[in-house]
């Protein structure tokens, strides 16, 4: 389950499924533009996917050096072919986010790291993190959201997954993964342990862990650091 | 959520839900069998919501002298009723299976004493299993059937449990009720501790728990304990 690439119909699933959905991408790009995302910067996405995120980004800010990284050849293939149907210059690469394996050029590069919907997937959590941490400048901030394991939810939080599981039209495949994904997600604490052991490496000037369920309506856990200026 | 009473609306979706699946109930009334129930025994079963298991076990040994205990003056009140309508001579109570507060003629007479699918819902788990030991006479047998939090299944558990929950024809009420159900229910490990506490009290020749899908389809833990001869 864990850090497995999206590969095949899976992949073409999720782009399905995000390229109908780019609404909800709205309030995750509040929070960029709270952390401070300008255009002309330098962004880098760990686990693009099939670049949603990239879409909308390159949209709203057309001078954004915008790379997106993903673990799937699959994603990366679907993700170039999106971004030349909607004409935007984006990189994307294919890689690791717990490596810094073909993004050596990036470190320490980007003004903006961020993820997104992927992180829960990561086997090595703070191996995460330390890669966000190692890729941003000094003064510059990471965003991660991702999803929390069921035990984490309260009965309300409970209730409105089971609602998004049970009450839409799903493809069969895309609402067993979304079910599993939340059953093998780390629990809050194991996003706070792993944010601290990064930045035991890279030193941070803020943080914050928080849970709401802005820019999805399911509570997900949202990871925001932001380096020490050098 | 946890210890309150199932009443009103709930209580008849329940009975609905539960006469329909008597075929359900045959693997449960197996493991009765393997722990010896015999035709002329006191058998208590605590949690007895509408009686279906009362109705199963006096067709099947008609000279049982069967108390069913529930928290819910509508289940009782429905237990009582689809009794008549069956023809079975069956004893229901009002009771709380967490207290042996009337049910005190009962103690130490029972040669079995049984719950199904109830007392994850327990607020006292050790409370209840002390119930249990409390009521059986020594040389007697306890056992418990219900429901593990979601946290304990493995994939293939939770694969299952996805199944049952997205594949069939539920009522939308009981759909929300059986996964908060699972949402809410103890941790393996609670049982353990919670039978264990119990014994403490009540010393026992036998022990055991289990988890497996008999009966059910999803898995559920199975709790025995033979209370130790006089």
Redo the contacts between chains.
């Keep these: 389950?864990k850090t497995e690439p999206i590969t095949g119909s899976g992949a073409e699933a999720f782009h399905r499924m995000g390229s109908r959905a780019l609404h909800k991408y709205d309030e995750f790009v509040d929070l960029l533009v709270g952390a401070g995302i300008e255009d002309g910067q330098t962004v880098v996405d760990l686990c693009c996917g099939s670049g949603e995120l990239e879409i909308i980004l390159s949209s709203r800010f057309p001078s954004l050096n915008l790379i997106g990284v993903d673990l799937s050849e699959d994603m990366v293939r679907i993700a170039r072919g999106y971004a030349a149907e909607e004409g935007k210059t984006v990189e994307f690469r294919y890689g690791d986010a717990q490596l810094l394996a073909g993004m050596e050029d990036l470190v320490g590069k980007a003004d903006l790291v961020v993820s997104r919907h992927a992180f829960h997937r990561l086997t090595r959590l703070p191996a995460g993190f330390a890669t966000m941490l190692s890729l941003v400048k000094p003064g510059g901030a990471i965003l991660n959201c991702s999803f929390l394991?069921?035990?984490d939810?309260d009965?309300p939080e409970?209730?409105t997954w089971?609602q998004f599981?049970?009450g839409g039209r799903w493809d069969p495949e895309m609402?067993?993964a979304w079910?599993?994904a939340h059953?093998?997600a780390p629990r809050l604490q194991d996003y706070h342990e792993a944010l601290a052991q990064a930045v035991g490496e890279t030193p941070v000037s803020e943080q914050r862990i928080w849970v709401d369920n802005q820019g999805y309506g399911v509570s997900t856990v949202k990871c925001f650091a932001r380096r020490a200026a050098a």
Tied chains: 1, 2.
């Design positions: 389950m394991h069921l035990s939810f009965e409970f209730r089971l599981l049970t609402q067993v079910a599993l059953h093998h």
